[in-house]
């Protein structure tokens, strides 16, 4: 049933090569009494599908080839502004949004808000997924958390991040703080706009009253006491790349910049093992982490 409450809210969905199960979440949420619902497809909706979109209501946005999540999010986030939002909850085709995340997501920024906490995005705590690894959050040190309000919620607690799947985003922070960086193209993406939001004064905040499954790559790497989400080489590259590039970002916390010295290699080396030890892998990694330090962004060359 719509909820008067979000009339202002508005869903933005991103879109890679969906199956029809994914396609037919994204219809469902067509009636629900969002500002909008928008999609982006970035890249294989076959037009049948597009089609069938269009008809349901949602706005269908694309630039005909594979732009990224970034740029994804971008133009979501600009047409959620023209359709006259002023929030913005974002899924991806994975999610599988637990009923009145939503509404409970608006209803801790309203809570933030009314502490006069500054706030950019608030997110529901990571539920576990068969078969994949579920993000974690480090807490924010020195950032105020939002008390409790009896007789259920749980305090709001500052993280340094969130994954933009499954969060709540304050179109006017975005606008003050800045669009996420297009060049990152995909990994890396949020945790730099988060650096770049707490920098700004604007916090980001884990509602753990709901939770969502997320589900990064195909299964788990483990080993060297860490796991780490199986991911596509590609995809590895550009993490590596992005990582080590924002170690010159004024904006990102000297102890994550330390803390990632010492865990990157030991990701790259778990994932080289896992790929069998062989030599292109490990090449197209060290290429990764040069690009990182020579500030080579953009799309990667590989990317499907």
Same mark, same amino acid.
Not at 47 to 68: K, P, Y
Not at 243 to 251: E, I
Not at 259 to 265: G, V
């Given at each position: ?61 694309? %630039?005909?080839?594979?732009? /990224?999540? *970034?740029? @994804? #999010?971008?133009?979501?986030? $600009?047409?959620? =502004? !023209? &359709? ?10 994975? %999610?599988?949004?637990?009923? /009145?995340? *939503?509404? @409970? #997501?608006?209803?801790?920024? $309203?809570?933030? =808000? !009314? &502490? ?10 990571? %539920? ?5 690894? *579920? ?170």
């Amino acid at each position: 049933m719509p909820n008067p409450g979000l009339g202002r809210l508005a869903l933005g969905i991103t879109l890679f090569r969906p199956s029809r199960d994914q396609v037919d979440r994204v219809l469902a949420h067509a009636a629900s009494g969002f500002a909008g619902v928008i999609a982006f497809d970035d890249g294989g909706l076959p037009d049948g599908e597009a089609e069938r979109i269009a008809r349901a209501g949602v706005t269908l946005l694309s %630039a005909g080839r594979n732009v /990224g999540i *970034a740029e @994804a #999010l971008n133009r979501i986030a $600009a047409a959620a =502004r !023209a &359709a006259g939002a002023d929030t913005l909850l974002l899924l991806d085709q994975d %999610a599988e949004p637990p009923a /009145g995340l *939503a509404a @409970a #997501l608006h209803a801790a920024l $309203a809570r933030l =808000r !009314a &502490a006069a906490i500054p706030v950019a995005v608030v997110g529901p705590a990571p %539920a576990p997924a068969a078969g994949h690894k *579920a993000p974690s959050y480090p807490p924010r040190p020195g950032a105020p958390a939002c008390g409790a309000l009896p007789p259920a919620s749980s305090p709001l607690a500052p993280v340094q991040f969130l994954a933009t799947s499954g969060s709540l985003i304050d179109l006017d922070a975005l606008a003050r703080i800045g669009p996420f960086r297009a060049d990152f193209f995909i990994d890396g993406v949020e945790l730099e706009w988060c650096f770049r939001a707490w920098s700004l004064g604007l916090g980001c905040y884990l509602a753990r009253d709901v939770a969502i499954p997320h589900r990064v790559g195909g299964g788990v790497i483990r080993g060297f006491g860490i796991a780490m989400p199986r991911q596509p080489l590609f995809r590895m590259a550009t993490y590596l790349r992005n990582a080590v590039y924002a170690w010159r970002l004024p904006h990102v916390p000297l102890r994550w910049k330390l803390a990632q010295a010492a865990y990157l290699p030991l990701q790259a080396g778990l994932y080289w093992a896992d790929s069998g030890w062989r030599p292109a892998v490990l090449l197209r990694l060290l290429a990764a982490v040069r690009d990182g330090a020579l500030g080579r962004l953009g799309p990667p060359r590989d990317r499907p």
